[in-house]
């Protein structure tokens, strides 16, 4: 064997060696401690959450520790840190029978998972402002899916029609059945929020990730 075809196996060793840690990182101890951390964090911040906007909505920084987790290990694990947070909020302390915390899931992994993908891969000064553009957008549409198809008829089923959970939105201008729900007040909602959280997130995650 020449020296040019031992570097070159040596090399593939290497490469086999980096992939393989790569795809066992988010089980080794350390991670997972870190991810059931930020996990518990993510669910109390959940609990802090703001006053209601047009009933349902309110802004919380519960999402802030499954973008860090997601940038650090994965989009794996912030999918892990966000699926935990919900599954003990919906058993400990819903107030929406669990329909809330349905929604929270799907659109938070929309704005989580696009991000982390991004972020990972992307080089160059604007990678954190492509990543949270991409994942605002990937929110909002995934956010307006969800509500029209799976939440807001949930919610009619749980209290008493369209019109009841239409009602309490009323007070925004151009609010008059489902759609207008949607497009008038939860998704300038989700926009504000993807905004807020990739503020918030950059900066966060900047300041703790050699900590990590």
């Known amino acids: 064997m020449n020296q040019a075809t031992h570097e070159t196996n040596v090399k593939a ?21 870190t991810v059931s951390l930020l996990s518990a964090l993510s669910y ?26 997601a940038f650090q290990f994965g989009p794996l694990a912030g999918l892990v840190i966000e699926l935990i947070k919900n599954v003990i909020k ?3 302390a819903t107030k929406t029978a669990g329909i809330g915390e349905l929604a929270n899931f799907i659109i938070s992994i929309a704005y989580v998972v696009p991000a982390a993908i991004i972020y990972r891969k992307m080089k160059g ?8 553009t991409v994942a605002t957008v990937a929110m ?11 939440t807001i008829p949930m919610y009619a089923t749980l209290y008493g029609g369209v019109d009841n959970v239409v009602a309490v939105a009323k007070g925004i201008p151009g609010i008059k059945d489902k759609f ?6 939860i998704t300038p909602f ?15 995650y900047r300041l703790i990730k050699n900590r990590l």
């Open 13 to 33: 060793a290497n490469t086999r060696g980096t992939s393989k840690s790569k795809a066992t990182n988010l089980f080794s101890t350390r991670t997972m401690v």
């Open 44 to 69: 109390v911040l959940m609990l802090l959450e703001s006053p209601p906007f047009i009933g349902f909505l309110r802004l919380e920084f519960s999402d802030i520790p499954a973008i860090i987790g």
């Open 90 to 92: 919906a058993i400990t």
């Open 125 to 132: 000064k604007y990678k954190s402002l492509t990543s949270f």
């Open 140 to 150: 909002t549409i995934a956010g307006f899916l969800m509500n029209y198809f799976v």
């Open 180 to 185: 207008t729900l949607i497009l008038f007040g």
């Open 190 to 204: 989700n926009i504000v929020k993807g905004i807020f959280l990739g503020i918030v997130g950059h900066y966060t």
